[in-house]
Each structure stands twice: as C-alpha cells, then as structure tokens.
DNA sequence: GTTAGAAATGACCGACCGGTCAGAATGCGA
DNA sequence: TCGCATTCTGACCGGTCGGTCATTTCTAAC
C-alpha cells in the first residue's frame, strides 16, 4: 500500500513537489490578479496556498519577482498553445475562416479566465517599459513565443495570396491589439452594469473583429483591393 | 515695479501657484514614467521639482493618488482635444483622409512623448482594474472622454454610408486597440536594438493601421462589401 | 521696521513588507 | 524505536516610504 521508491515515471517525491509548486502559483494568480505586483504581498500568497512564507522561498529562492515570471510564463504558454491549436488545420481551409476560429478562441480563454487577462494587462506592460535590461528581455521572450505562432498562419496566407502583402509582425501586432482593446472593452463593461453600450457578447465580438480585421470598415473600396501596398494618401503637416 | 494687487486677469498669487502646480506635475511625469505608480516616491518628485515634501501636500492634498490622477487626466485631456482638433475638418472630407489624419497625428503625439505613453500603459489599466470602485469609476471617465470624441466622427461615417453599420463603441475600442499595439510596438521595437523586424517609421505605422483598418487585410473580397453585418461564419465549439 | 498671516520645509513617526534563519516538524531508512 | 536529513515555519530584522506637523521662511500690509 505504502508506496514504494521505485522507478516509477516521476520519483514521487518530486511529483509532490511539483503539485506544491502548482498550488503556490495557484495562490499567487489569485493575489496577483486582484491586487497587482505591488499590492501582492508573499505572506498573503503563502496564507492562501496554505504554506508558510518561508517554504515559498524554499520554492522560488527569487522571492516575489521569480513568482511573477512563473505566473506570466505561463500564461504566455499557454497562449502559444492556444495560436498553434487553432491554426492545426488542414491547408486548405481558407484564412479568414482560421483566424476567425483562434479569435474566438482566445476570447473564449480570457473569458472564463479573467485573472489571467488582469494580470496580463496590469503587470505585463510593467515588465516591459521596467528600466531593467533582464525584465525587458524577459517581456519580449514571452511575447515573441505568442507572436512567432502567430507569424506562422499570417506568413502563409501572405503567400497564399489570400492577404495582403503587409509586414507580418506590424499585422501580428494590430491583431492582438486588437484583441486586447475589444477583450478589455467586454471587461470593463461587466466590472460597471452596462453604462451605455449593448453589451457586447463574446460571440459577436468575434465576428466583429474579424469583419474589421478582414474585410476592412469601408462599404465600398476606395480603390483597388489589389492596391496591395498601403501608398500615399493625406498626409498632415 | 513691484506687482499690485490690481484686478488684473488673474490675481498674480494664483498665477505662481499655479506654476508651481504644473512643475510639481513636470516632476511627476518625469518619475512616474521612470519607475511607476509603485516605485515612485513623493520624495523624489519633490526632489526634481525643487519643493519640499510637504509642499507637495500643500497643492495635492490627497498624495500620490491624487498626483497620479492630475497627471492621468492631463493626458487624457490632451488625448480628447487631439481628437476633436484632427476631425475639425470640413464634412466633405472622405472619413478615410480624416481618420488617416487623426492616426498619424495620435502616433506623433506619442512618439514625441514617450513618457506619456508609458504612464498610460502603466497605470491607467492599473486604474481600470482596481478593486477600488473609486479608482474604476475615475478611469472609465477619463476613458471615456477619448472614446466619446472619437464616436462622433465614427457615427458620422456610419450615418453617411461610408463605413458598415457596425457598433459605434465597439469601432472606436478596436481603433484605439490598434493604435495601442502598434504604439507598442514601436515603442518596444527602439527600446532593444531592433531585433528582427525593419522598424516601423511612424509614417508607415499610419498608414498601415489605416489600410487595414478601412481595407481590411483580404486581397479578394471573400462576400459581397455591403454585406454590412458581420453574419454567421465558422465557428468554433 | 514691525508684524501677522501664509507658505514652505524636512525631521520624524508608524506601518508595512520582503527576505532570513534558527529551530520545529516530518519523513525515512536502519 | 532511533537518528539523520530534508522540509517547513513564522518571529524577527532592516529598510523603505507615505504622510504629519512644529518650526522656519517668506510676503506684504501698515
């Protein structure tokens, strides 16, 4: 019954370990997602884990900024999990009908998922305009990991034909802005009772961006869709 | 010589104070883009503005918050009247050009004020998603201000013909969560060594989140252009 | 020059918190 | 059961910082 040492795929002990460590960054998403960084203090982490402060160090010898990092890799992992799953599919599905799919996705992952998008959004930033060299690294590697998986499926619908010809990190970037504006518009509109707007359900978000993203605002075109290369328009002084 | 208390525009006294207002507001720019809400110290603001502690207590009685929020407002302000001044234009103006127009000058007013940019990123989503209703209340205001002016133009549009019928809101979160991200892009891109990509210029960003923004990213219209509302596409489970 | 009121100042206080470490608890093999 | 090793723990320390207020400095009216 007791279990015994052998060599079994994890040893077991580290198994435990591992299962601690888990429950520590449980704790510490929490804490972190509803007070920020700052206001994060490791004695409340360790409180709610159910350890005492001390043990976390035994875990995270970095203290309260090696936390941090864990969390936000994380996140970003899993971000990228997300990107490179919905973008599996066959060759031949067309693009449009692909990116609409990872969008919804990825509302669908921040919805039921709040706390990550508070912290993604309020410590995130932090790290990247931190006056620390490491910090910013730090930021960049995370955000290149969802960026890259995202090059991937914009890249080949560039040479498909299929989009436009556009630097694929500048397209890579205005999608996830935009991601973020409408994720943030849904979030803060559930934080106040709809002051205004109909609010918007994660569905028809979807929809919406893709429309904008993929077919442009304008009803008629201006000029030539294949007018491929952004040209000169009004310029200001 | 010396100044008489004569019943000029405005009252000398208050003229000083209010100078001395906007530099204690300088300093705070400067070190709250520097090192954020967090790590910045009344000290030092006082420091680089050449006042005492407690004078600052004399002109922001409420402390740190209320000098974070003067300085939040400020921007937001700024960000409100750029605008109304971009959309000023004669109505005839096709709402590409106009719209064009406000993109390219939203960049340069960033570009030529890095730390405000900062501090927005930094601090104002930390506004948005405090717990505190006061604190949330403050910045859906300040956000708002932005975002209603912005509307204006954009219902314009809509009610013109000129672009789908699509929720106004939505639009404008979509436009700014564009100008962010590409923002910061930039913003990142010039803080290493461009790594990869051929760095953005600010022109070229306008242009970009325009064509994209008005053009969408398709080559070939997949449905009809007037096919305004976004309709039923794939979906996921 | 005198003085009353306003404004500026910075030493000081108390709260808070990240991180440490000596000792307690626990596990585990003999 | 014993004893060694590993892990856990929370009292404690040192440092920091926001905010206060008694004192000083300035201003201007008389």
Redesign the pocket.
């Known amino acids: 019954m007791t279990a015994e040492?052998s060599v079994e795929s994890v040893p077991r002990?580290e198994r435990e370990?591992e299962m601690?460590r888990a429950a520590m960054l449980d704790a510490a998403r929490q804490v972190l997602a509803e007070k920020g960084f700052a206001?994060?203090?490791?004695?409340e982490i360790a409180q709610i884990a159910e350890?005492?402060?001390?043990?976390l160090?035994?875990?995270f010898p970095g203290?309260?900024?090696e936390i941090l990092h864990a969390v936000v890799e994380d996140v970003y992992d899993d971000l990228r999990d997300l990107v490179e799953r919905s973008f599996a599919a066959d060759a031949t599905e067309p693009a449009r009908d692909q990116f609409r799919r990872f969008i919804g996705r990825a509302f669908a992952h921040f919805t039921e998922r709040r706390e990550l998008f508070r912290i993604l959004m309020k410590e995130a930033q932090r790290l990247g305009f931190s006056g620390d060299e490491e910090r910013v690294r730090f930021y960049l590697e995370q955000r290149r990991k969802v960026a890259g998986a995202l090059e991937v499926p914009v890249r080949r619908a560039i040479e498909s034909g299929e989009i436009r010809p556009l630097p694929p990190e500048a397209i890579v970037h205005m999608i996830l802005g935009n991601l973020q504006g409408v994720q943030m518009q849904m979030a803060l509109q559930d934080r106040i009772g709809t002051c205004t707007a109909p609010s918007l359900s994660s569905d028809e978000a979807s929809d919406l961006v893709t429309t904008i993203l993929f077919d442009g605002l304008l009803t008629a075109p201006a000029h030539p869709r294949n007018d491929s290369e952004p040209g000169t328009h009004a310029h200001d002084a």
């Open positions: 040492t002990r370990r601690r206001d994060a203090t490791i004695e350890f005492g402060k001390g043990t160090y035994n875990y203290g309260k900024e």
